[in-house]
Structures are given as structure tokens and as C-alpha cells.
Nanobody, 126 residues
Framework: QVQLVESGGGLVQAGGSLRLSCAAS????????MAWFRQAPGKEREFVAA????????SYADSVKGRFTISRDNAKNTVYLQMNSLKPEDTAAYYC???????????????????WGQGTQVTVSS
């Protein structure tokens, strides 16, 4: 069975950094896209960043460009989100997701994604 397990969340002061990990198993992901989304209470689920396994093509939300970096380690079946210069507005539950057979151009709509992890909480204090 496909499993996506997020880790690395926590409490950090504004301006600090965190590195999230998404450990993927149960499938050959080489033809897929992996992405990070986030959701704060009372708000819509928001796209953060995505990367294709085949070509490492990336996509970022405007709100995180220049601060966040998505990467992947094929050997470990793991996707990372390095978050720098964190702001209180970044506070949310962060979710890892996979879009099956999306090989070249990452999508941003949550409905495009086929499987989701449980999430990890990121809280940024002012």
C-alpha cells in the first residue's frame, strides 16, 4: 500500500528554519509528481511546492519563492521541503501528496493529487 509519512514540523520563531521530510513507500514513484500543501484552520488547502520525480521540474507558490526549496532523493524515496525565513503566516498543517503519472509539469490543484499523508504541524511564533 502507498504510504506518505511527513516529519520535521515543530515550533520555531519568526526568521527561523525548518526542514520537512516526506518518506514515500509502496509504489515506484519515478513517473509521479510529489507536492507539499498546507492548511490553516478555517482556510482553504493551499499549494506550496511540487517536484517531478522524472525530471525534477519544480513549481512554487508565489508566497514562498525565494524562501522555500523542494528537493528529492531518489534512492531514499524521500521528498524534502527546506523552509527558511519563516513567517507567522506560514503556520499551518503541512501535507505531502502524490500525483500519479504526472511526469513533466507539476500541477497546483489539490484535486489533481491521488494520495495524501497525515500531515505535520508547523507553528511560527512572532
Amino acid at each position: 500500500q502507498v504510504q506518505l509519512v511527513e516529519s520535521g514540523g515543530g515550533l520555531v520563531q519568526a526568521g527561523g528554519s525548518l526542514r520537512l521530510s516526506c518518506a514515500a513507500s509502496g509504489r515506484t514513484f519515478s513517473s509521479d509528481t510529489m507536492a507539499w500543501f498546507r492548511q490553516a484552520p478555517g482556510k482553504e488547502r493551499e499549494f506550496v511546492a511540487a517536484i517531478t520525480w522524472r525530471t525534477a521540474s519544480t513549481s512554487y507558490a508565489d508566497s514562498v519563492k525565494g524562501r522555500f526549496t523542494i528537493s528529492r532523493d531518489n534512492a531514499k524515496n524521500t521528498v524534502y521541503l527546506q523552509m527558511n525565513s519563516l513567517k507567522p503566516e506560514d503556520t499551518a498543517a503541512y501535507y505531502c501528496a502524490v500525483d500519479y503519472f504526472r511526469m513533466y509539469q507539476p500541477r497546483r490543484a489539490p484535486d489533481e493529487y491521488d494520495y495524501w499523508g497525515q500531515g505535520t504541524q508547523v507553528t511560527v511564533s512572532s
